[in-house]
């Protein structure tokens, strides 16, 4: 079964940081990127980070600088690091995983971890 199993949510105050990890089952293959997305209650989910196979990223404009994504390729990792969190950074967060395998994408998506910032 295709899956991307997340952990590292959790609490933490603002201006602490946090690791969010991801891993893709064997089932799911030819990764061409993957990355986190988020959603805060009441809001659309939003992009947060993306990493593709061949190194390049991409960050929404309000994490730039404090959030750090990267991708383990054989592993089939990717991890996000977020530092000098701040309370609007609360939200789930949402692993994503493209793959190209015949000229077709697929998307697949975790389940979500919670990321709670407060004092």
């Known amino acids: 079964q295709a899956q991307l199993v997340e952990s590292g949510g959790g609490l933490v105050q603002p201006g602490g940081s946090l690791r969010l990890s991801c891993a893709a089952s064997r089932s799911i293959f030819s990764i061409d990127a993957m990355g986190w997305y988020r959603q805060a209650p009441g809001k659309q989910r939003e992009l947060v980070a993306l990493?593709?196979?061949?190194?390049?990223?991409n960050y929404s404009d309000s994490v730039q600088g404090r959030f750090t994504v990267s991708m383990d390729n054989a592993r089939k990792l990717v991890t996000l690091q977020m530092n000098s969190l701040k309370p609007w950074d609360a939200a789930v967060y949402y692993c994503?995983?493209?793959?190209?395998?015949?000229?077709?994408?697929?998307?697949?998506w975790g389940q979500g971890t919670q990321v709670t910032v407060s004092s």
């Open positions: 994503y995983a493209e793959a190209v395998r015949n000229d077709f994408r697929f998307h697949y």
């Open positions: 990493v593709t196979s061949g190194g390049f990223t």
